[in-house]
Each structure stands twice: as structure tokens, then as C-alpha cells.
């Protein structure tokens, strides 16, 4: 049944247990070795990973443009990441497919990602340089002083993390629903956050695993994130499949 225009505009996510964290793992891994697909998964994110270190090696704009080149990515991996689940061999193509029709809202969304994380970072910068300036006329070689500028640090740095947390539960699935849902960006990425927040325990969970599955991938001479970059994509997929589209969810 085709979607009304307010259903386009606000789709409804649904709220999953905490071991769905769990799930979502074990699902994109059953994907990626779904019909010989790994090889290809693997391809395609050593020639991302190879784009995204050479735009980023580009004086003042690599960043932006990392930035803008990781979300264009997303848009075509969530559409490679469908094909796999539906058996079919995804092909090193999919990796621009979001270049196509769905490019200016994922752009949009990067850009907006991009500002938020430097209007936070400012905010600590600004507060970082004001304790610095407090110290310096407060006696910089004083332990005591020196102490209060190094908890000062540590808490602008924990203030920027949990300011940061939102911006990628906003990041995370804007992707998918741009370019499965035809979201505007604005409106993507307050769904994402909206669908992050309801299914809190399930991201802890899965953002737990993911901490100890890359902590395993670098101790392989970083060899394992070979498998867990493009891992970590389809459990993306997978997520936002699970919290989007539930009977598809169900039936799989």
C-alpha cells in the first residue's frame, strides 16, 4: 500500500527490547556472508576508506567534504545493504548509488551533522580557553590551580560527549530514511533521534558490543576492521530495518 505524504513525512518506528542490540549484530552478520557478498562489502569500504583519507588530507575543506562523502556513502550502503538482504549480490556500484536522486538531502544532512558537531566543539574550545586565561592570571605554576584547569578539562571534554551523543543518534539512521523514505534531511535526522531515544536500551547494548568488537579489531593489527566497518553498516541497516519496518523485520 503506497504511503499518504503526512506518512512520508513522519514515519512511525517502534520500540524494541534491549536484547534487540544484540540482534542486530548477528543479523548483519548472517548479511554480510549472505551469497558470497563479503568480498564485495569488503571492497567497497576499502575504496570509501581510500576517498575519505585523501579528502580529508585536502587543506581547510577535507573535513567538510569527509563529512559530505560519509554520508553519500551511507545513502548508497543502506541501498546495497536492501539488496543483500534481499539475496542479491550487492556490486561495487552501490557504493555511489547515492549519488543519484537522493544526493541534495544527504548532503543537507551532513552539512547540518557537520555544523552541530562545530557549533559544540566552539562551545568547548571557548570554555576550554577561558579556564586556560583563569589559570594563566591565577598562577599557572600553582598545584591547586593546575589541578582545577585539568578537571576543568576533563569535564568540557565529558560535557562534549554527552552534547555529541544526540548528533549521532540524529547521524545514525538519517541515511536510511532519506533514501528509503524520501525524508527531508531536517526531518530524517529528528526521526533517527526521535527512534535512538525510544530504543535507548537496545543502542546501549549494541554500542557496548560494538566498543569490545572494535577493541578485538584493532588488537588484530587492525585487520578486523575489515570485517567490522562493513559489519557495522549492515547492523545500521538492520536497525533501522528492525525499528522501521517491522513486519519485514518479523518475517526475516
Not at 545493504?81 to 544532512?109: N, Q
Not at 535507548?200 to 572494535?214: H, P, S
Request: glycine letters at 12%; hydrophobic letters at 60%.
Amino acid at each position: 500500500m503506497p504511503e499518504t505524504s503526512a506518512q512520508a513525512q513522519t514515519p512511525s518506528f517502534r520500540q524494541v527490547s534491549s536484547g534487540n542490540g544484540v540482534d542486530w549484530w548477528s543479523s548483519a552478520w548472517k548479511l554480510l556472508f549472505n551469497r558470497g557478498a563479503t568480498a564485495i562489502w569488503i571492497v567497497m569500504w576499502v575504496i570509501a576508506f581510500v576517498i575519505l583519507v585523501v579528502l580529508h588530507w585536502i587543506p581547510f575543506i577535507g573535513s567538510f567534504a569527509g563529512q559530505i562523502a560519509w554520508f553519500v556513502f551511507m545513502g548508497g550502503w543502506m541501498l546495497a545493504s536492501r539488496k543483500t538482504d534481499e539475496s542479491t549480490p550487492p556490486a561495487l556500484g552501490d557504493l555511489f548509488a547515492g549519488t543519484g536522486a537522493p544526493l541534495g538531502s544527504l548532503m543537507v544532512a551532513a552539512v547540518l551533522v557537520l555544523v552541530a558537531e562545530l557549533v559544540i566543539g566552539g562551545v568547548m574550545f571557548v570554555g576550554g580557553a577561558s579556564a586556560a586565561v583563569g589559570a594563566l592570571f591565577g598562577g599557572l605554576g600553582r598545584p591547586g590551580v593546575m589541578a582545577g584547569l585539568g578537571a576543568t578539562s576533563a569535564l568540557l571534554i565529558l560535557i562534549g560527549l554527552v552534547l555529541l551523543i544526540p548528533v549521532f543518534m540524529a547521524a545514525w539512521l538519517a541515511p536510511a530514511l532519506i533514501v528509503f523514505r524520501q525524508q527531508p534531511p531536517v526531518e530524517a535526522l529528528k526521526t533517527s533521534l526521535r527512534a535512538c531515544w525510544a530504543n535507548l536500551g537496545a543502542l546501549t547494548i549494541y554500542g557496548l558490543l560494538w566498543i569490545g568488537f572494535a577493541i578485538i579489531a584493532t588488537i588484530l593489527l587492525g585487520l578486523g576492521w575489515l570485517i567490522l566497518a562493513p559489519l557495522s553498516i549492515l547492523s545500521t541497516y538492520v536497525a533501522y530495518r528492525d525499528l522501521f519496518e517491522p513486519e519485514q523485520a518479523t518475517a526475516s
